[in-house]
C-alpha cells in the first residue's frame, strides 16, 4: 500500500500539517499491517514535485486556504489528475482558518469542485497559523481588514486523529 500526502503551503505552516499527517498516517498504518505481510509507504510531497498519482494506492490531497480559496498547486494537481483520485481513495483537508473559534467557518469557496471530481471521502478544514511578519504587503492588509488574530491554532490531536481514521479505513480495505 503506498500513499501520497500533497499539500499546497505558501508560508509552511500547512506543509507542517502534511508532514504530521504523513507521520501519523505512517504510524497507524503499520499498527494496522497486522501479519506484516502487507507494506506500507507513505511519501509525503508538494504538488509540483508530483508528477502522477497512478503509482499510489491512496491520496491526501491538501491547501492552505487564502480568501476562500486553495492554492493554485492543490488545485492544479487535482485538475490535472481527477479521473486517477477518482479511481483511488482520496482524502481532501484545507487549512485556514484562525482565531479562537477558527474564522471564517465555512469551506473554502473552490473545494466543492474538487470533491465531485475527485470523489473524495471526506474534506476536512483544520485551523491554521498566522505569523503576520512572514506576511506581504497585500496579505498584512487583508488581515488587518478581517481583523485576523495572530497566532498557531492548529490542533494537532485533531490532525492526528483524523490521520489515524484514514489509516483505519485503507486497513479495512
Known amino acids: 500500500m503506498k ?9 509552511g505552516a500547512t506543509s507542517e500539517v502534511a508532514e504530521e499527517i504523513g507521520s501519523a498516517l505512517r504510524e497507524a498504518l503499520s499498527a494496522h499491517g497486522g501479519d506484516g505481510e502487507e507494506e506500507w509507504m507513505v511519501e509525503v510531497l508538494p504538488p509540483g ?6 503509482s499510489y494506492d491512496a491520496v491526501v490531497l491538501g491547501s492552505a486556504v487564502y480568501a ?17 483520485l477518482a479511481g483511488r481513495p482520496t482524502w481532501l483537508f484545507s487549512v485556514g482558518p484562525v482565531g479562537e473559534p477558527p474564522r471564517p467557518e465555512e469551506d473554502p ?21 498566522l505569523d503576520k511578519g512572514a506576511l506581504g504587503f497585500a496579505e498584512k ?14 490542533d494537532w490531536d485533531a490532525i492526528r486523529g483524523w490521520a489515524s481514521g484514514i489509516a483505519a479505513d485503507l486497513g479495512r480495505g
Open 3 to 11: 500513499v501520497l500526502v500533497s499539500a499546497a503551503s505558501k508560508h
Open 49 to 54: 514535485q508530483v508528477g502522477s498519482v497512478e
Open 68 to 84: 476562500g480559496h486553495w492554492l493554485e498547486g492543490a488545485k492544479e494537481l487535482a485538475r490535472t489528475h481527477a479521473a486517477e
Open 109 to 129: 469557496v473552490d473545494v466543492a469542485p474538487v470533491l465531485e471530481a475527485s470523489g473524495a471521502r471526506d474534506h476536512r478544514i483544520f485551523a491554521g497559523k
Open 141 to 154: 492588509a487583508i488581515v488587518l481588514a478581517l481583523r485576523a488574530p495572530e497566532g498557531d491554532f492548529r
